[in-house]
């Protein structure tokens, strides 16, 4: 199919309500002309986690909102969409839910075929909407839900190659900040602290690097950061505000000591003929972390491979990622009807192993 294609994408499954549309002339990179998202953070503030109800009631309440708004934005109206692409999982199930019955009733109402799309295919193909990158590439996912390793093939074609067998990044950036009274979400808090402490003072475990290939554990240098606050807390009956900056500065080194050497091992497991990929792309709230993409950079050049972070935007949560990932399914003629199921689970890659764990941001797949 080679016509321009309208998409309208929308995105519900875990706490951002988000709406987009993206126009796509074959030949040309993707144009997002609007992408709209409504937050919850407040929401969930003062339960220390993303509660499930509450994320799918706000949900509901906010998604026409947000539709009506990315529509006004873009300057069009229902009758310029070629079709509707929601995500259809993997995330919170109600939240999944709403989004889906939000785009098969529109669907219905307006004639219009239906893509459901994967979430974590919407963050393995943003490269290809921001920089129109030539499959296959590698992929690292680091956010507060998702941890894994994959080389994308295709729009379809994914192979994971390691993951996180407990909890993601991002949510263990979340737990620290946490456990030393920071304020949330964690990563900014804790790599500002970490900016003015001394990353040798604590000697943290880098978990799994005696292990071959490329599955992580973050839920070990949690603890090891708790014990280690405790102790001082036993010993001196408080912290300093130093000893907070040298916990943060000795977790967030060991995180960037993981991740360098398992992309690193990742690079090695999908060369071809002896020479790496060409990208390796990272989306996820982690990947705006300084310390952490410095490392992925050296990493990257060492080995001859472009790093590629589209912006922040676009590789946190969002439904523009969703109407790309639906156009890229949608030119190869991949729709869905009003049948398709919400799925909290829905592994990208189903000849890998399963996965182990739930974050508080749901199935990470
Ligand atoms: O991709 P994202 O917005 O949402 C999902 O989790 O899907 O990622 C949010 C996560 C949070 O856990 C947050 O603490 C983390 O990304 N994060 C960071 C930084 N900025 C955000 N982690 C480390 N360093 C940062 N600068
Ligand atoms: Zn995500």
Redesign the pocket.
Known sequence: MTRTLTLLGIESS???TAAAVVRHRPGHLAEVLASDIVGQTSLHAAFGGVVPEIAARAHVERLDGCIERALAEAGISFADLDAIAVTAGPGLIGGVLSGAMMAKGLAAGLGLPLVAVNHLAG?ALTPRLTDGIAFPYLMLL?????CQYLRVDGPDEFHRLGGTIDD???????KI?KLLALP????????AEAALGDARRFDFPRPLLDRPGCDLSFSGLKTAVLRTRDALIASKGGITAQDRRDLCAGF?AA?ADVLAEKTRRALAMTALDGSPLAVLAV??????????RARLETVCSANGVSFLAPP?RL???NAAMIAWAGIERFRLGMVDDATFTARPRWPLDARAPGMIGSGK?GAKA
Do not use: M, R, Y
């Not at 680091?142 to 998702?146: F, K, R």
């Not at 949330?184 to 790599?191: A, D």
């Not at 989306?283 to 952490?292: D, E, Q, R």
């Open positions: 875990c706490d951002d963050h680091v956010s507060g839900g998702h993601a990044p991002g949510e263990a950036f979340d900040a949330q979400p964690g990563g900014p808090s804790v790599e967030q995180v989306a996820g709230g982690v990947a705006a972390n300084k310390a952490i922040l590789c946190t949560d941001k």
